[in-house]
């Protein structure tokens, strides 16, 4: 009988065998894959997915094998497993140079095949990465496609949970294809955004406003026009002042009663007023509107009987139209 070893070999420690009794199943779950690549030390929640417990359990793993002696820190802190080489087990978790963070790219750095397979052979939690990535994306991945899944680790310095984060996210807004998720990828990563924590957050904005610019689509008949630079920053003041659909709907429908179309220009102006009011809901926006309509016909009132037909609030509006007219000509 013999050790079946095939391509993957894990390095332990002896004093395992000394500790082994005193170890529950997720210390000994944690510890090996911990072998398998020392880079999952400092990732805790890539690490417990792993494993199958919680961050809780990993963070105790790693403290009852240092208080055993089993993981101790090598030079410059980084952490090796005692009583084996340290030139060993670096060898063993070695992954590729770390390199400059791509900004302004176009693309990522190709790899070549060799690299690729070495890389796959190499580093089990890569292998894992593309398995995972290739289940959400429901396909199976060519090696330009594994390419751009390792450039996002290792020259964008995101982390395995972010990238799969970030293509759940791709994959529900309807963009799978990887080279443009690629270019999605480094728009993130000039962001600064490389932890997960730092993804979700980015997701929850870019799903809000994914949906939001679907409705203000639909509500102006925008059909599938690409957004100017202008609009996008318009639609995205919007929802930073916390307006819904609800609220553009109300902007929309004055904007058409005055200038007889759809104009996310004139909307805008409207929007960013009840916005300087504080005016936050429907509700008050409406009141608001109440109000102003109750004081502008108490106004006229007011002048029928000093017999002056001359409406200031009128001569303003229709100012506003006509310009409005003027800088459409132009």
Same mark, same amino acid.
Request: aromatic share 6%.
């Given at each position: 009988?013999?050790?079946?070893?095939?391509?993957?070999?894990?390095?332990?420690?002896?004093?395992?065998?000394? @500790?082994?009794?005193?170890?529950?199943?997720?210390? %000994?779950?944690?510890?090996? $894959? %911990?072998?398998?690549?020392?880079?999952?030390? *400092?990732? @805790?929640?890539?690490?417990?997915?792993?494993?199958?417990?919680?961050?809780?359990?990993?963070?105790?793993?790693?403290?009852?094998?240092?208080?055993?002696?089993?993981?101790?820190?090598?030079?410059?802190?980084? =952490?090796?497993?005692?009583?084996?080489?340290?030139?060993?087990?670096?060898?063993?978790?070695?992954? =590729?140079?770390?390199?400059?963070?791509?900004?302004?790219?176009?693309?990522? =750095?190709?790899?070549? *095949?060799?690299?690729?397979?070495?890389?796959?052979?190499?580093?089990?939690?890569?292998?894992?990465?593309?398995?995972?990535?290739?289940?959400?994306?429901?396909?199976?991945?060519?090696?330009?496609?594994?390419?751009?899944?390792?450039?996002?680790?290792?020259?964008?310095?995101?982390?395995?949970?972010?990238?799969?984060?970030?293509?759940? @996210?791709?994959?529900?807004?309807?963009?799978?294809? %990887?080279?443009?998720?690629?270019?999605?990828?480094?728009?993130?990563?000039?962001?600064?955004? *490389?932890?997960?924590?730092?993804?979700?957050?980015?997701?929850? @904005?870019?799903?809000?406003?994914?949906?939001?610019?679907?409705?203000?689509?639909?509500?102006?008949?925008?059909?599938?026009?690409?957004?100017?630079?202008?609009?996008?920053?318009?639609?995205?003041? $919007?929802?930073?002042?916390?307006?819904?659909?609800?609220?553009?709907?109300?902007?929309?429908?004055?904007?058409?009663?005055?200038?007889?179309?759809?104009?996310?220009?004139?909307?805008?102006?409207?929007?960013?007023?009840?916005?300087?009011?504080?005016?936050?809901?429907?509700?008050?926006?409406?009141?608001?509107?109440?109000?102003?309509?109750?004081?502008?016909?108490?106004?006229?009132?007011?002048?029928?009987?000093?017999?002056? *037909?001359?409406?200031?609030?009128?001569?303003?509006?229709?100012?506003?139209?006509?310009?409005?007219?003027?800088?459409?000509?132009?």
């Amino acid at each position: 009988m013999k050790l079946n070893f095939q391509q993957d070999v894990l390095v332990l420690p002896g004093a395992v065998l000394n @500790h082994c009794g005193g170890a529950d199943a997720a210390n %000994l779950r944690v510890l090996l $894959w %911990l072998a398998s690549d020392l880079s999952l030390y *400092s990732k @805790h929640k890539q690490l417990a997915k792993l494993a199958d417990c919680d961050v809780k359990a990993v963070k105790e793993a790693l403290r009852f094998w240092q208080e055993c002696g089993v993981l101790a820190e090598a030079e410059e802190a980084v =952490p090796t497993m005692a009583s084996v080489p340290v030139a060993a087990v670096q060898k063993l978790a070695e992954k =590729p140079p770390k390199k400059t963070v791509l900004r302004r790219a176009d693309e990522l =750095p190709n790899y070549t *095949s060799v690299e690729l397979a070495e890389m796959m052979e190499k580093r089990a939690s890569v292998r894992i990465l593309i398995n995972e990535a290739q289940q959400i994306l429901g396909k199976m991945f060519n090696p330009s496609e594994v390419n751009v899944m390792i450039g996002m680790l290792d020259y964008l310095g995101m982390s395995e949970e972010c990238v799969l984060l970030l293509l759940a @996210h791709c994959k529900r807004i309807g963009k799978t294809n %990887l080279r443009a998720i690629e270019k999605y990828a480094i728009t993130m990563s000039d962001k600064g955004i *490389s932890d997960s924590d730092a993804m979700e957050e980015e997701i929850r @904005h870019a799903e809000a406003m994914h949906e939001f610019e679907g409705q203000v689509r639909a509500l102006f008949g925008m059909k599938s026009r690409a957004l100017t630079g202008k609009e996008s920053k318009m639609l995205s003041a $919007w929802l930073s002042y916390g307006y819904g659909i609800e609220v553009v709907r109300m902007a929309y429908e004055i904007t058409v009663n005055a200038t007889n179309e759809p104009s996310v220009a004139y909307a805008n102006a409207i929007l960013e007023r009840w916005n300087s009011e504080n005016l936050k809901t429907a509700e008050q926006i409406t009141a608001r509107m109440e109000e102003e309509r109750a004081q502008k016909e108490g106004k006229k009132a007011e002048k029928s009987e000093l017999g002056n *037909s001359f409406d200031t609030d009128d001569f303003f509006e229709a100012a506003l139209r006509r310009g409005f007219r003027e800088r459409r000509e132009d």
